[in-house]
């Protein structure tokens, strides 16, 4: 397995993986090229015998001390072999030390045991987050 930041070829690829994840919910093709523009070093992508097999997204908040992890997907052949867990380090190394990085997550999601296993804790739970029935943990992990 690769981890390496995405190029702009990848970002097709990138895009379909999130659909395949979220559907209705996938951010839009113009999403993941501006946060490509945004955060370069923090789109990161899995590769697998030369194929794209997951992907996360990072970026810096306005205050240097904080960061959020936006999205996590991996194509749903390639699950529980390790590359979510990898994504998520690979982020938060390209993150630094000694900063604060936020995460939502779906109540009933797996990726919570995910990141509790990578130090994140519940800060919070919001009912509507992303609106009606769209419940999410608020995550945190400090340095
Ligand atoms: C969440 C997701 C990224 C996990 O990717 P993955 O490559 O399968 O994760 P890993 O193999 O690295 O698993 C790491 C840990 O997560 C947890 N986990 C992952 N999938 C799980 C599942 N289906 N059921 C229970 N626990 C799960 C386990 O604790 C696992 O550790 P273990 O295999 O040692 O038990 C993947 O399932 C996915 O893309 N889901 C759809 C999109 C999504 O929900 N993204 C997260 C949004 S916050």
């Known amino acids: 397995m690769t981890i390496r930041p995405a190029t702009r070829a990848d970002l ?3 895009h379909r993986l999130e659909g395949e994840a979220f559907g209705a919910e996938a951010y839009p093709r113009f999403f993941v090229r501006q ?4 955060w370069p070093g923090s789109l990161l992508v899995a590769e697998v015998d030369g194929e794209l097999l997951g992907y996360v997204l990072a970026g810096s908040g306005e205050d240097p001390a904080e960061a959020w992890i936006l999205s996590l997907a991996v194509a749903p052949a390639a ?3 390790g590359l979510g867990r990898a994504l998520s380090e690979a982020a938060l190394a390209a993150l630094g030390e000694g ?3 936020w995460l939502t997550v779906a109540p009933a999601s797996p990726a919570r045991r995910l990141y509790e296993g990578l130090g994140f ?3 919070r739970r919001e009912d ?3 609106g009606p029935d769209e419940a999410r943990l608020v995550m945190v992990r400090s340095p």
């Open 121 to 123: 804790v519940e800060a």
């Open 128 to 130: 509507d987050y992303f």
């Open 99 to 101: 900063r604060r990085v």
């Open 79 to 81: 699950r529980r072999m």
């Open 12 to 14: 097709a690829a990138v």
């Open 35 to 38: 946060a490509w523009d945004l």
